[in-house]
């Protein structure tokens, strides 16, 4: 994260490489834009390279301004909008001298002004018993409810200091590739792979099997899944999963009695090993700026309470369900109505 004083315009960091992203917003209060005009923004990196050659980079971005704000929703990008809601929330954590509560808080109460605004904006329906939310940010509240659920705010012992700290720098850096992935973890059904998996196309981009929503009841006993947080890489592996995906995959006959932190993916010739070890390089060669580390879950494994709570779809024991957020923010956004 970048250092400025008050009332300078220049930031100033310490280290940046090709991975490193930074979140602005912009607030215009001089003349007013004339509508469908096109407005540029521009700024300037002035860094040194490691053979120590001062160099600038100047980057300018065409805008298109609208005063129409189904157009503003329409071409909304959530992703981005996302990553600026989560650096916002750990700038608030870290220096603005608010709590956890409060910064969840205030993630959930910009949820439902954006969506009010739309509803009382931009939607053509307004029935009462319907939460109106439009195409650009319909994952909107799934988000949200996520985030606020992430290691980042989440609220319990389960997370100490020092690891808090290190995801919140990281969080502050984070490239929109990764931090997509971070809010919201991908899901991956491991032992029914397709033989295509790990494959890249005529664009260098790998093939991934579809992504399971982040809910219990799409685990299986039987079953082995892949979770990727962008940080970390979790195998959970079900109680009644077959020996042979066991002995293929992490190469040991039983689970029963094993030290799961010690297992590591068996890298054999089998088909299974073969179809696991490709989603995997798969999934790492989208970040090659980390090293993602694999950790190998089991029921009753003392990391399975951290998998687990990155079912953010589910109810946790201080959190809602995706079903029952989805209610809880339809139920403010009537109240600001009244």
Not at 131 to 139: A, F, G, T
Request: proline share 5%; hydrophobic share 40%; charged share 20%.
């Amino acid at each position: 994260m970048g250092q400025t004083k008050h009332g300078d315009v220049d930031v100033d960091v310490p280290g940046i490489d090709a991975d490193s992203a930074f979140a602005v917003t912009f607030k215009h209060d001089d003349e007013k834009l004339e509508e469908n005009a096109p407005a540029c923004v521009q700024c300037a990196l002035l860094y040194t390279t490691s053979a120590g050659e001062r160099r600038i980079r100047v980057l300018t971005l065409g805008l298109q301004t609208t005063s129409s704000m189904a157009s503003l929703y329409r071409y909304t990008e959530l992703d981005a909008l996302m990553s600026i809601v989560m650096r916002k929330a750990v700038s608030e954590c870290a220096g603005g001298g608010k709590t956890l509560h409060q910064v969840r808080q205030s993630i959930e109460a910009a949820t439902v002004a954006m969506l009010h605004t739309y509803r009382r904006v931009c939607a053509s329906s307004t029935a009462a018993g319907q939460l109106i939310l439009p195409e650009s940010l319909k994952l909107l509240p799934l988000y949200a409810l996520s985030l606020t659920k992430n290691a980042l705010l989440r609220a319990g012992t389960d997370v100490r200091a020092d690891e808090r700290s290190a995801l919140m720098a990281a969080a502050c850096r984070m490239p929109l590739t990764c931090s997509v992935a971070f809010v919201y973890p991908r899901l991956f059904a491991l032992h029914s792979l397709p033989a295509e998996v790990g494959s890249f196309d005529a664009e260098g981009t790998p093939y991934l099997p579809p992504a399971l929503p982040l809910a219990l009841e799409k685990l299986s006993q039987e079953g082995a899944f892949l979770l990727d947080d962008s940080v970390s890489l979790y195998v959970w592996v079900g109680r009644g999963v077959s020996p042979q995906f066991v002995e293929a995959v992490l190469g040991v006959r039983t689970l029963d009695g094993v030290d799961c932190s010690r297992l590591r993916l068996y890298p054999g010739d089998d088909p299974l090993s073969l179809r696991v070890n490709q989603l995997m390089n798969a999934v790492r060669s989208q970040r090659p700026q980390l090293l993602q580390s694999v950790r190998v879950v089991a029921p009753k494994d003392p990391l399975e309470g951290r998998f687990l709570s990155m079912l953010t779809e589910d109810r946790a024991q201080h959190y809602m369900s995706y079903v029952e957020f989805l209610c809880h923010i339809h139920r403010q956004i009537q109240a600001k109505f009244q």
